[in-house]
Each structure stands twice: as structure tokens, then as C-alpha cells.
T-cell receptor, first 113, second 111 residues
Framework: DADVTQTPRNRITKTGKRIMLECSQT?????MYWYRQDPGLGLQLIYY???????NKGEISDGYSVSRQAQAKFSLSLESAIPNQTALYFC????????????FGPGTRLTVL | EDQVTQSPEALRLQEGESSSLNCSYT??????LFWYRQDPGKGPEFLFT???AGEEKEKERLKATLTKKESFLHITAPKPEDSATYLC????????????FGAGTTVTVRA
């Protein structure tokens, strides 16, 4: 079984809709991250969380919110989706005691029409 | 601001034709440089971390090296299964959580 899972894997929605992307991990890592990837650009950090009570904005947090429901679960919400939020979204986890290497989930392809 | 530039954007190789990918970076105090492999429709898969200039790491046909300004990923005698996008990222000592990624190099290996 995969260590980092994301649901859904694909989603098509309309402008103005609220969307939630979910991430679960079995690696036991405290740190979790949400990134977006656009063609020709590097991965950009949206939000990160060092533990359940510690959530921080990344480079491109406008239009997004997150919830850390448990050590193993980190959700990303688009409150009112817009077409330029069409992208690949990745969740990642890391263990600061283990070199802090980030391990990524399989991604969610989101299309906003 | 940390910056990572990867070149070339795309690389087409014949099976067995060795080549190198470049990752140039600027960072205020390097904590680590990371290489990932990404297959279409999948998440990045961790390959290597390099921490200091002169360090080298190998995995099968891949070898990563690091200088103070750039890193190279050498692919020796590539096979079609080495086709993927290779991503480079840097982490600064001042921000131990943040990875700054390059746009990647897409490698295609023809049989």
C-alpha cells in the first residue's frame, strides 16, 4: 500500500465551486505539505504543517485553505475555484529527524472550467 | 530568494547514450540539494540528497554530483525505463522545511 495517498486523483469542477482535496499518510511523519505544479514551472508550496496545531502559509496560499485533522491527514480546500487554479496538486510528508526528505503522494489533477 | 535552474528542458537519448543534466542554484546557505524522478501522472520519487560540495551519490545508472553552484545528474548507458522528468530542489539552512524546485528536465530514451 502507498505511504501517501491522495483523493480524488482527478476532479473537474466549475468556477465558484468549493473543492476539497484530501491527503493521508502512513509514514508517521509530523510534517505535511501541499504543492501545486503547473507546466513549465517548478513545484510551488501552498501550505505546510509541522504538527496538528502548527499550520503555515507557503508561497502561493491566496485562494486556498487547509485543515490538519490528525497527524496522518491534511486537507486542502479551494473556497471558490477559479480557472487559473487548474493544476496538479501534490501532498508531501517529511520527518525532520530523518533528514527531512519530502515524500510525495500520487497527485490530484484538478480542472476548473 | 533561492533559485534553481535546470537545463536542458528536454533531452532525447538513444539507449546506451550517456549524458548529464544540469541544476544551477543560488541559495543563502545550502542545507541540501535533492534530486527527484517524476513519471507522467505520478508524484515525484526521491532519488538523492547531497549536502556538501564534492559529494557524489549513485543509484543504478544514475550518479549525482555537487559543486558550490551546481549539481549534475549523470545517466550512464540509459535504458528506456529511465525516461522521466528529473527534478532538482534546494533547501536552505535558514528554512529547513522549504524546497525550491527547478522546472525539471524531461528525458526520453529511445530503444
Amino acid at each position: 500500500d502507498a505511504d501517501v495517498t491522495q483523493t480524488p486523483r482527478n476532479r473537474i469542477t466549475k468556477t465558484g465551486k468549493r473543492i476539497m482535496l484530501e491527503c493521508s499518510q502512513t509514514k508517521g511523519h509530523d510534517r505535511m505539505y501541499w504543492y501545486r505544479q503547473d507546466p513549465g514551472l517548478g513545484l510551488q508550496l501552498i501550505y505546510y504543517s509541522f504538527d496538528v496545531k502548527d499550520i503555515n502559509k507557503g508561497e502561493i496560499s491566496d485562494g486556498y485553505s487547509v485543515s490538519r485533522q490528525a497527524q496522518a491527514k491534511f486537507s486542502l480546500s479551494l473556497e471558490s475555484a477559479i480557472p487559473n487554479q487548474t493544476a496538479l496538486y501534490f501532498c508531501a510528508t517529511s520527518d525532520p529527524g530523518g533528514g527531512d526528505t519530502q515524500y510525495f503522494g500520487p497527485g490530484t489533477r484538478l480542472t476548473v472550467l | 530568494e533561492d533559485q534553481v535552474t535546470q537545463s536542458p528542458e528536454a533531452l532525447r537519448l538513444q539507449e546506451g547514450e550517456s549524458s548529464s543534466l544540469n541544476c544551477s542554484y543560488t541559495v543563502s546557505g545550502l542545507r541540501g540539494l535533492f534530486w527527484y524522478r517524476q513519471d507522467p501522472g505520478k508524484g515525484p520519487e526521491f532519488l538523492f540528497t547531497l549536502y556538501s560540495a564534492g559529494e557524489e551519490k549513485e543509484k543504478e545508472r544514475l550518479k549525482a554530483t555537487l559543486t558550490k553552484k551546481e549539481s549534475f545528474l549523470h545517466i550512464t548507458a540509459p535504458k528506456p525505463e529511465d525516461s522521466a522528468t528529473y527534478l532538482c530542489a534546494v533547501q536552505a539552512r535558514s528554512n529547513d522545511y522549504k524546497l525550491s524546485f527547478g522546472a525539471g528536465t524531461t528525458v526520453t530514451v529511445r530503444a
